[in-house]
């Protein structure tokens, strides 16, 4: 069975415009059960309008969505009681962390303290227990927050962007703690992201949107496949060099004293490269090359596909 299953799915928000704003049109999503899977894409792409739509908090405008085989619209109460959802933080501001749990508990009838602690110790809040909402660091807040999502032991659960804002720290401990659940329990997370880096370590599958429409979806190794080149030769050029002589026959930028060159094989075109940035009368200081990654795709697709 899918976790999740949206077909032909529009979203047209009501707005000044006469015909409203179409934040989605035609998403169709197939999630497998026990799925990591990372919804990526541009501020406004359509990835909030999305993932609400998945969790029943939003009624689209046209299409169907399904969750663990039932009617997202028409089984609501059933769905939401083997979902949750963490969308930006909202947790009452007066609560101490235990507390808040507990009461997030009993929404769910769930008085077993076990539960609490289990989310308290895997979030690593146990030393907050008795701090209040609103003196938590950033890091704190988004744990408690993503703690909570997962009070009701859901099957399927949904993050938006569990990691904006936070420092590198805090957000690599989320994605271990996210990891780590994943894991443990046999549950479906689909959450959202900026962060290249982050999907490419947190999911098994990645769809891209742009527009309102997923443009590309797969593995990370799978979208990679979508551009011509495979790796990036990175030029330092030693400083007040005048690039405007400079041609090469691949891709290419130059970003302040730096080129990088986009081909199929680093050690196939290495020397040609180096060559023609001699040949343009420039000296190089210093040369690495790399694999490309998911944001090379990402921005790529979000350049050529509509
Ligand atoms: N309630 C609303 N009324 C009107 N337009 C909306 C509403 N909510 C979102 N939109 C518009 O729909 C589009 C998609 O918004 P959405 O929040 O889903 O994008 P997003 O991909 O999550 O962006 P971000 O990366 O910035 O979070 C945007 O252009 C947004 O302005
Ligand atoms: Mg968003």
Not at 23 to 52: H, M, W
Request: hydrophobic content about 40%.
């Amino acid at each position: 069975m899918l976790a999740v299953e949206c077909r032909d799915v529009w979203m047209i928000y009501k707005n000044f415009m006469e015909k409203g704003f179409v934040a989605l049109s035609g998403v169709d999503v197939e999630i497998e059960e026990g799925e990591l899977y990372g919804i990526l894409g541009p501020n406004g792409a359509g990835k909030t309008t999305l993932i609400s739509i998945m969790s029943t908090i939003l009624v689209p405008t046209k299409g169907d969505v399904k969750v663990l085989g039932m009617d997202a619209f028409n089984e609501t109460k059933k769905v939401r009681e083997r979902i949750n959802i963490a969308s930006g933080i909202r947790l009452p501001w007066g609560m101490r962390v235990y507390e808040c749990l507990k009461f997030y508990a009993l929404c769910y009838g769930i008085s077993d303290r076990r539960v609490i602690e289990k989310l308290l110790q895997d979030f690593e809040l146990e030393k907050y227990r008795n701090v209040r909402f609103d003196e938590l660091s950033a890091g704190n807040k988004q744990k408690l927050n993503l703690a909570r999502a997962f009070i009701n032991n859901p099957e399927v659960v949904f993050l938006d962007e569990p990691t904006a804002n936070l420092d590198p720290d805090v957000a690599k401990r989320i994605r271990e703690i996210i990891l780590n659940i994943k894991k443990e329990k046999d549950v479906t997370i689909v959450l959202t992201t900026h962060n290249m880096k982050e999907a490419e370590m947190l999911c098994d599958r990645i769809a891209f949107m742009k527009n309102g429409k997923i443009v590309a979806e797969g593995s990370a190794e799978f979208l990679k496949r979508f551009v011509k080149s495979k790796e990036k030769i990175f030029v330092t050029l030693k400083n007040n060099n005048d690039k405007k002589a400079l041609k090469l026959s691949h891709p290419y930028e130059i970003k302040d004293n730096k080129v990088v060159v986009y081909v199929e094989s680093a050690e196939k075109s290495l020397a040609e490269v180096l060559f023609s940035i001699k040949s343009a009368g420039l000296e190089i200081e210093s040369v690495k090359t790399e694999e490309i990654t998911l944001e090379d795709v990402f921005v790529e697709l979000a350049k050529s596909r509509q």
